[in-house]
């Protein structure tokens, strides 16, 4: 059972500073020029309690002066803890790629440090030691979760906006536009009534990890470091718990999105290669004047072969062709289906060719298009987004995705909340 607990959140004074100017994203997506950037943008800009100004300097630091900048800001009251442990709710207005805005609806808390053979907390990609060796050194030297893990649960029913109540539009805690152009508004949920029923509700599902994969298992590893230093803390020890944000799979604004695949080099299949190379596929071609007109004409083809394995394949020829077959089971996986039967089965590149770069990874099939068109690939591979069935289903076997097989928007900003590993917080 997931174990969600409350806390008592350590968030920036909105007195003290323009939120909107302070808040970041992920460290791990920020790129080294971005980092120097968001230095620069606010002295006391949350980069500066995840990432050293020079990316150089990384290998070598052990984050004392993050500590120290933790410990000056909460001193100068920049930083100030509330007095009463609350989930925090969470909206997000964005648009997404289409252009139409949509509303995610997420909670913060605490969860139980889970090992994944438990089921309880579910990865859905692999990890590398590199970041999480850094990660750690973070975590020992200032004792907080700096950014929150973010976990998907599955609920079709959609009951978390009727558990929130109208606590987002009544007593908002902060409203911050990104630089994105995206809304989050963050309320305090305290009353006990509330906190036990989303307590409740998570206790019986499982969770899968969204974003946040390398900051989990480092939780998981300095739990256990703790525990050997400290055997009698007790199960509900602070570093038993991690930060983390809860949002519903099936809810209308979690956006599972797809990443695409583009073929690099080599000849594009004509019409006969395909035909040849693909038996069993249906398929048809539609006029593509532009990349501008891939977004809606993947709306168009694509999206309704949801149910079936489906690609489009665009070479810059000015059609663009749509392939599709039936599942053959409902457990085959769609990525699986197009790496084996049209990266290896048609373009000849096996698992070694790909991790050799022979395929790259975009998000926008607008740029992508583009880039076809500049010669920097051969062919876009445009594929259907993920469903959340999907992810579940994998997860629930003791699996994981495929590399590069969807992404989650919108990320989650950080600086909203932090969360010290203190008795009482």
Known sequence: ???????????????????????????????????????????????????????????????????????????????????????????????????VTHERLAFFGLVRCEDYAKRIVRPHERTLAGPKQDRLKILRATQANLSSVFLLYEDRDDALPGLVGDALDAHPLALVHDVSGAVHTLARIDDPERVAALRGFLAGRPLVIADGHHRYETSLAYRDERRGSEPSAGSDAPFEFILACFANAYAPGSLLLPIHRLVRRGPPPDAAAWAARLPGWSRREVPLPGPEAVPHLLEQHLGPLRSAHAFAADDASGRLRIFWRPRASADELGVRVIHREVIEGVFGLDE?????????????????????????GAVALYLNPLRPEDVFRVTEAGEVLPQKSTFFTPKLPTGLVFRLLEAGA
């Open 1 to 99: 059972m997931s174990d969600v607990r409350p806390f008592r959140a350590l968030r920036y004074d909105p007195a003290r500073v323009d939120l909107a100017k302070v808040i970041a994203p992920p460290y791990d997506v920020i790129a080294a020029a971005e980092r120097h950037l968001l230095y620069e943008r606010d002295p006391h800009n949350a980069v500066r309690l995840e990432l050293v100004r020079d990316v150089r300097d990384e290998a070598g630091t052990d984050y004392a002066e993050i500590r120290d900048t933790l410990a000056a800001w909460r001193r100068d009251g920049i930083l100030v803890q509330d007095p009463r442990p609350a989930f925090y709710a969470l909206r997000q207005r964005f648009k997404g790629p289409d252009g």
């Open 352 to 376: 070694e060719a790909v991790r050799q770069g022979a395929i790259d990874y975009p998000k926008d099939a607008v740029q992508t298009a583009r880039d076809v068109r500049a010669g920097a």
